[in-house]
């Protein structure tokens, strides 16, 4: 089972909305992953959390606010999002097998986000 | 810097074989990754590759020659619901951040 579920599916909010995005992965893996994808484009890493640690921030504005509560979840926190913010987020989670550093990352369906 | 370079877009015909050829320059490597991603949809592990070679799995093989810092993937008896976007993904070394290119839109006509 390589699955990672993601919810909700689509997602519209105002500028001044507070919404969260949610990730799940019963696979055991320890590294869990948000990218932001827009159209024909590649996906762009945001953040990647470790053993439930935040590990990277690849300079994500604050209106961006990751959490992971534990080693099956992440969460995706907005609040005050511009338009350009809309976008296809993808989870993706691999096994952070840090001897060898080369673990498949495998990513969910994704929430497509619309910010009026 | 990190560069990984593929073709925009490519067109074949049911049945046919594809090549899709990616190129990279990286500070490090610790393995290839291809995914397919269809329009809308989360992408798809198709294959890894860290050693020089082929790695075949069914009607799709990848090649690796860390070398020349090149690889590619092949999709033999192509159908139509391979018409997808075909990322190449590059694993630096010593971190967990997989470095994409820009993805190669394969049509395929009946």
């Known amino acids: 089972d390589t699955e990672v579920t993601q919810t909700p599916k689509h997602l519209v909010m105002g500028m001044t909305n507070k919404k969260s995005l949610k990730c799940e992965q019963h696979?055991?893996?320890?590294?869990m992953y948000w990218y932001k994808q827009k159209a024909k484009k590649p996906p762009e890493l945001m953040f990647v959390?470790?053993?439930?640690?935040?590990?990277i921030n690849e300079s994500v504005p604050s209106r961006f606010s990751p959490e992971c509560p534990n080693s099956s979840l992440l969460n995706l926190h907005l609040h005050a999002l511009q338009p350009e913010d809309s976008a296809l987020y993808l989870c993706?989670?691999?096994?952070?097998?840090?001897?060898?550093?080369?673990?498949?990352?495998?990513f969910g369906p994704g929430t497509r986000l619309t910010v009026l | 810097g990190q560069n990984i370079d593929q073709p925009t877009e490519m067109t074949a015909t049911e049945g046919a074989i594809v090549q899709i050829n990616c190129t990279y320059q990286?500070?490090?490597?610790?393995?290839l990754f291809w995914y397919q991603q269809h329009a809308g949809e989360a992408p798809t592990f198709l294959s890894y590759?860290?050693?020089?070679g082929l790695e075949e799995k069914g009607r799709f093989s990848s090649f690796l020659s860390r070398s020349k810092g090149y690889s590619y993937l092949l999709l033999k008896e192509l159908q139509m619901k391979d018409s997808a976007s075909y990322l190449c993904?590059?694993?630096?070394?010593?971190?967990?951040?997989?470095?994409f290119g820009t993805g190669t839109r394969l049509q395929v006509f009946p």
């Open positions: 959390y470790s053993y439930e640690k935040l590990s």
């Open positions: 696979m055991g893996h320890r590294a």
């Open positions: 993706a989670s691999s096994q952070d097998l840090r001897e060898i550093r080369t673990d498949t990352q495998y």
């Open positions: 993904a590059v694993m630096g070394y010593n971190t967990d951040k997989l470095i």
């Open positions: 990286t500070s490090g490597f610790n393995g």
């Open positions: 590759n860290v050693l020089d």
